[in-house]
């Protein structure tokens, strides 16, 4: 720990909570809080969130599995790694991660292993998202799409990949993150 | 492109389109949208925001300006590059990054270039968080925090920054990605 105990920023006391909304997609949490200077906070809202998932899943012969999907909050299509969410009962982080590249991709097997863990928002989101790193995939399916879903599959060689991240095409941060540090180990 | 038109997704038409909630810290929309397959989905929501930016601020003598700030979404405090909104009318996004830079740090002046613009969640937001270097900067002022804000400031080495991506301790996906693209350039 590098910080000063003596300006430690303090954490909150939550003086209210309750829910704005409650749906699968859609939990909404407002707070009213003290802050450590005696100020207090009515309506701070927080999004509750179960744990989330990608991978980054590399075939035999080293390339990656890519996704492109829609994505309607900048209303475009972009480059993804194969990504989900951890919400059924009795299955492990590393278990929905292999169930979502399967579904998402028809790749699967390989040896995984944790490679990063990140928060979309911590100011305003409660959950963590869970990077697994996949080596030796192969294609052992055929997509099993949910009817919402459109999902095309493209893997990509690591100069590719480098490419779309020089060139912005890989927006979503959880995912450029464990990329970015992905290329960078194969450069060492 | 990569992409394969043949089975390139397509975008979603929007039917219908309401605002929830439009408070200052909360711009909430609620989407009724028409997927290509024809299928509908009566309520996506979005959350609009205002562009936000974040800061690599390197001194002259090769330190990186991390800040420390509790936030209520995780519940912890944690190491974060200086960020904030691009909010104030009149204002360049560089000039509100230069702004944010030094009234939460007293770090000004230096050398500025955009170095990264990633999406906190492309399906369901809709701003880009631009991510500024800036090298050459030094101590020009004291810190001039809102009443909300409380922040301690620690200039680490690039050995201690990439200590702290490893053990976990910089979870903001949006400051992970560019940060790591540093480390990685610092290695070149």
């Known amino acids: 720990m590098i910080s000063n105990n003596r300006n430690e920023p303090g954490h909150w006391e939550v003086l209210e909570s309750?829910?704005?909304?409650?749906?699968?997609?859609?939990?909404?949490?407002?707070d009213a809080v003290r802050l450590p200077n005696g100020r207090t906070i009515d309506n701070f809202y927080v999004w509750e969130y179960p744990p989330w998932l990608n991978v980054i899943a590399v075939t035999e012969n080293g390339e990656i599995v890519l996704i492109r999907q829609y994505r309607h909050g900048i209303g475009k299509v972009s480059y993804e790694l194969p990504a989900g969410v951890h919400d059924k009962p009795g299955e492990s982080i590393l278990e929905a991660a292999q169930r979502e590249l399967l579904e998402e991709t028809g790749y699967g097997a390989g040896t995984w292993k944790q490679w990063m863990a990140l928060s979309a928002n911590p100011a305003l989101q409660n959950n963590i998202t869970y990077t697994f790193l996949a080596t030796g995939v192969c294609k052992v399916s055929q997509q099993q799409l949910d009817t919402t879903e459109e999902i095309s599959v493209h893997p990509v060689s690591p100069e590719k990949l480098s490419e779309l991240i020089d060139n912005g095409e890989i927006l979503q941060a959880l995912h450029a993150a464990p990329i970015i540090k992905y290329l960078c180990s194969l450069q060492q």
Chains 1, 2 share one sequence.
């Open 18 to 30: 309750s829910y704005l909304h409650k749906e699968p997609w859609l939990t909404m949490r407002k």
